[in-house]
């Protein structure tokens, strides 16, 4: 079955600063894709950025990035210049086509200013 | 604007009643979903519906039930056989483009119930 594991309960960064956070997942699957999402204190869940497996080229949504590791199931989000806006939780999520989204425990992400 | 609405955003009931959620879309999106979250789990799927009149179990379907009788609709019943029903509920939708694949999930804003 696969797993998403997001070992960091919890991140701090200082405003302006870059932080990554860590997602490895385990499939055998080799067609699938992989997402991270926001969740501020509202709790709606937003979508920040999205991987193809079969895309060498690691994606980039202006000051977030991910670094992307096929060999190693290893999928990093980057988030660059970082805002207070950026306090959130931070789920690492996993799909392979059967309307199942799998998602890590999630990190909880600290701006300090 | 399209998007997706769950109704109520808080939710008290006394333990052994039944409660439904409210979830509904504007999106013309097939495919709809529904997520438990607690602390420290991240998000544990439910149920899903693919289309009009059929839904999946998800993999703690056990004390929920659902329909999925419009398209717009997918309602949540959280039922009394539902040993730990407090927890934050969050619905979702997606195209079915691709069966599914790929297609990042839209969320509404969640509901979150207290059973005591």
């Known amino acids: 079955a696969q797993t998403v594991t997001q070992s960091q309960p919890e991140m701090s960064v200082q405003e302006a600063e870059t932080v990554t956070l860590s997602c490895t997942y385990d499939t055998s699957e080799s067609d699938y894709y992989l997402f991270w999402y926001k969740q501020p204190p509202s709790r709606q869940m937003i979508l920040v950025i999205r991987?193809?497996?079969?895309?060498?080229q690691n994606a980039t949504e202006n000051r977030f990035s991910v670094n992307f590791q096929k060999a190693a199931k290893s999928f990093s989000l980057k988030i660059s210049d970082s805002q207070l806006g950026d306090a959130a939780m931070y789920f690492c999520a996993y799909s392979s086509g059967t309307y199942k989204y799998i998602f890590g425990t999630g990190t909880r992400l600290k701006v300090l200013a | 604007d399209g998007g997706i609405t769950q109704s109520p955003k808080y939710l008290f009931r006394k333990e052994g009643q039944n409660v439904t959620l409210s979830c509904e879309q504007n999106l013309n999106h097939d495919a709809m979903y529904w997520y438990r979250q607690d602390p420290g789990q991240g998000l544990r799927l439910i149920y899903y519906s693919q289309i009009v009149n059929d839904f999946q179990k998800g993999d703690i379907a056990e004390g929920y039930s659902v329909s999925r009788e419009k398209k717009e609709s997918f309602p949540l019943t959280v039922t009394s056989a539902q040993k730990n029903p407090t927890a934050f509920y969050l619905c979702?939708?997606?195209?079915?483009?691709?069966?599914?694949?790929?297609?990042?999930?839209?969320f509404g804003n969640g509901t979150r119930l207290t059973v005591t």
């Open positions: 991987q193809e497996a079969y895309k060498q």
């Open positions: 979702a939708s997606s195209p079915r483009a691709q069966g599914g694949k790929g297609s990042p999930l839209h």
